[in-house]
Antibody, heavy 122, light 110 residues
Framework: EVQLLESGGGLVQPGGSLRLSCVGS????????MSWVRQAPGKGLEWVLS????????SYADSVKGRFTISRDNLKNTLSLQMNSLRAEDTAVYYC???????????????WGPGTTVTVSS | QSALTQPASVSGSPGQSITISCTGT?????????VSWYQQHSGKAPKLMIY???NRPSGVSFRFSGSKSGNTASLTISGLQAEDEADYYC??????????FGGGTRLTVL
């Protein structure tokens, strides 16, 4: 079964840092572009960042540029999200999602993890 | 990048058809055939329903279809069923090589 599982969420103070991880299983992780999408409480979905299958190309939403970094380790089937200078407005459920093998994020995200909750508050 | 515009809510009776619109600009929806639609039930992760404007992933019911005209994409659900009640989001690739989501539409099956 194709699965993604996020971890690393929690409560952090404004200005603090947090690192999220997403482990993939049941598919060839290194063949799939990956993304992070977040959802603030009671709000809609917001695309945050994407990374190509090889990891050599990344793209970021303006809201997180310069603060968040996406990376991947294809040998460990792991996607990471380093979040620095966190703000209250970063409070959300963070979903890890993948594109179908050989496609790009723009072609749709076909599998999503259950999400991990990040709360930024003092 | 502004969010794509979707109606906040739509409703229909079982067996009816409904259409959800998703309006953007020539820099996103109108400029590329990279519109996807996602279904999200309360408290659950989103599910891909349509990709590349009108393609259905394996396992998605034929009752779901997508189309695009100019800067507006549409999701049509025919033969409404109670299980279709959920939030629906469109997303598009943009000229800045990013993705942008719509604000979401809550579908109520009466």
């Amino acid at each position: 079964e194709v699965q993604l599982l996020e971890s690393g969420g929690g409560l952090v103070q404004p200005g603090g840092s947090l690192r999220l991880s997403c482990v993939g299983s049941g598919f060839t992780f290194g063949s799939c572009a990956m993304s992070w999408v977040r959802q603030a409480p009671g709000k809609g979905l917001e695309w945050v960042l994407s990374i190509s299958d090889s990891g050599d190309t990344t793209s970021y939403a303006d809201s997180v540029k310069g603060r968040f970094t996406i990376s991947r380790d294809n040998l460990k089937n792991t996607l990471s999200l380093q979040m620095n200078s966190l703000r209250a407005e970063d409070t959300a459920v963070y979903y890890c999602a993948k594109a179908a093998p050989g496609t790009r994020t723009r072609n749709g995200l076909d599998v999503w993890g259950p999400g991990t909750t990040v709360t930024v508050s003092s | 990048q502004s969010a794509l515009t979707q109606p906040a809510s739509v409703s229909g009776s079982p067996g009816q058809s409904i259409t959800i619109s998703c309006t953007g600009t020539s820099s996103d929806v109108g400029g590329y055939n990279y519109v996807s639609w996602y279904q999200q039930h309360s408290g659950k992760a989103p599910k891909l329903m349509i990709y590349d404007v009108s393609n259905r992933p394996s396992g998605v019911s034929f009752r779901f279809s997508g189309s695009k005209s100019g800067n507006t994409a549409s999701l049509t659900i025919s033969g409404l069923q109670a299980e279709d009640e959920a939030d629906y989001y469109c997303t598009s690739y943009t000229s800045r090589k990013t993705l942008v989501f719509g604000g979401g539409t809550r579908l109520t099956v009466l």
